[in-house]
């Protein structure tokens, strides 16, 4: 009986032992990525928006709400290439809910350090996230918090890992050699990736564009949010370091994760309303100050506790 004891004492104290070990193991492989993703920004000038909070960092240890800019950036060899996409999140826990919209790529404003009006997503190409970061605050009159650049690569090996999106297609179409039918879909990356890229057979042209991405978006993190698989998290962890940047660092990162996952239980969405126009030759997308006014008040009234 004693000899029994022992041996079970034994093999329980070797299993706490190897699972506490991969426990570490596991925390030192996240926080090692998390330090290869971490890129602060390094503001081009400052920029006047209004901020509730007066300018203050935010505090994720206390649930506060906050704005962060998504960057899906089409990067090329010799070239930095253009975002193909910027997404707006607003967070707030304590409504649980997060608002999302897309900025159109083409849409005509001041290049925040250039001095001169363009297409928003060329102020990636002009001067990196950094450059965007202040271009957007100024667009829409509020502070962007946090950041994350994803290359559109990473996006969809991302989307893989995470078991693919479940969408609703509003319309059939074929892009890229591959069939999309109208109604609910299963998508792996690739196929995600192309939804989320075709525009000129949408009727809506870039704006219908910008629906599908906030669709594959929207799912993404919902699948995100219940991502568990330890057999797979070193596979995350891979490709995140090679395809993400952010300027979270480690320990907002596990604020986020511990503290807000749990309460954002809806994201509502909004589209940003603007009419195309020609300017020496040059399609631009262009919203008026009164729509600026009104995405404004939105994202204020949102950030409110």
Same mark, same amino acid.
């Given at each position: 009986m004693k000899k029994w004891m022992k041996w079970t004492a034994w093999i329980v104290s070797l299993l706490i032992?190897?699972?506490?070990g991969y426990a570490i193991y596991l925390y030192q492989s996240v926080k090692s990525t998390a330090d290869q993703i971490y890129e602060p920004r390094n503001p081009v000038k400052p920029v006047?928006?209004? /901020?509730?909070? &007066? +300018?203050?960092? #935010?505090?994720?240890?206390?649930?506060?709400?906050?704005?962060?800019?998504?960057?899906?950036?089409?990067?090329?060899?010799?070239?930095?290439?253009?975002?193909d996409t910027m997404i707006v999140l607003s967070v707030n826990p304590g409504k649980k809910k997060v608002l999302m919209f897309n900025i159109p790529r083409d849409t005509r404003?001041?290049?925040?350090?250039?001095?001169?009006?363009?297409?928003?997503?060329?102020?990636?190409?002009?001067?990196?996230?950094?450059?965007?970061?202040?271009?957007?605050?100024?667009?829409?009159?509020?502070?962007?918090?946090?950041?994350?650049k994803v290359d559109m690569e990473g996006f969809s090996?991302?989307? /893989?890992?995470? &078991? +693919?999106?479940? #969408?609703?297609?509003?319309?059939?179409?074929d892009y890229e050699g591959k069939r999309y039918e109208q109604g609910n879909i299963h998508l792996d990356g690739v196929a995600a990736l192309g939804f989320s890229r075709m525009r000129y057979d949408d009727p809506k042209g870039d704006l219908?564009?910008?629906?599908?991405?906030?669709?594959?978006?929207?799912q993404m993190l919902k699948n995100t949010m219940q991502f568990s698989s330890v057999l797979h998290l070193q596979n995350m962890l891979d490709e995140l370091g090679t395809h993400v940047r952010t300027d979270l660092t480690f320990d907002e990162m596990k604020e986020l994760l511990l503290d807000y996952r749990s309460d954002l239980e809806e994201i509502d969405t909004v589209e940003i309303k603007g009419k195309g126009e020609k300017i020496?030759?040059?399609?631009?997308?262009?919203?008026?100050q009164e729509e600026k006014e009104r995405i404004h008040g939105l994202l204020t009234q949102h950030l409110e506790q």
């Amino acid at each position: 009986m004693k000899k029994w004891m022992k041996w079970t004492a034994w093999i329980v104290s070797l299993l706490i032992i190897v699972v506490f070990g991969y426990a570490i193991y596991l925390y030192q492989s996240v926080k090692s990525t998390a330090d290869q993703i971490y890129e602060p920004r390094n503001p081009v000038k400052p920029v006047s928006v209004t /901020d509730a909070k &007066g +300018g203050l960092q #935010v505090e994720l240890n206390r649930k506060e709400p906050f704005n962060a800019l998504i960057l899906g950036v089409d990067e090329r060899q010799n070239d930095r290439g253009r975002s193909d996409t910027m997404i707006v999140l607003s967070v707030n826990p304590g409504k649980k809910k997060v608002l999302m919209f897309n900025i159109p790529r083409d849409t005509r404003t001041e290049i925040v350090g250039r001095n001169t009006e363009d297409k928003i997503n060329h102020a990636y190409a002009f001067g990196g996230v950094d450059m965007s970061l202040a271009t957007v605050e100024q667009f829409l009159g509020i502070p962007i918090h946090y950041y994350m650049k994803v290359d559109m690569e990473g996006f969809s090996k991302i989307i /893989d890992l995470v &078991g +693919g999106v479940d #969408v609703n297609n509003p319309f059939a179409f074929d892009y890229e050699g591959k069939r999309y039918e109208q109604g609910n879909i299963h998508l792996d990356g690739v196929a995600a990736l192309g939804f989320s890229r075709m525009r000129y057979d949408d009727p809506k042209g870039d704006l219908g564009r910008n629906d599908r991405q906030r669709e594959v978006l929207k799912q993404m993190l919902k699948n995100t949010m219940q991502f568990s698989s330890v057999l797979h998290l070193q596979n995350m962890l891979d490709e995140l370091g090679t395809h993400v940047r952010t300027d979270l660092t480690f320990d907002e990162m596990k604020e986020l994760l511990l503290d807000y996952r749990s309460d954002l239980e809806e994201i509502d969405t909004v589209e940003i309303k603007g009419k195309g126009e020609k300017i020496n030759g040059i399609y631009y997308f262009i919203v008026d100050q009164e729509e600026k006014e009104r995405i404004h008040g939105l994202l204020t009234q949102h950030l409110e506790q």
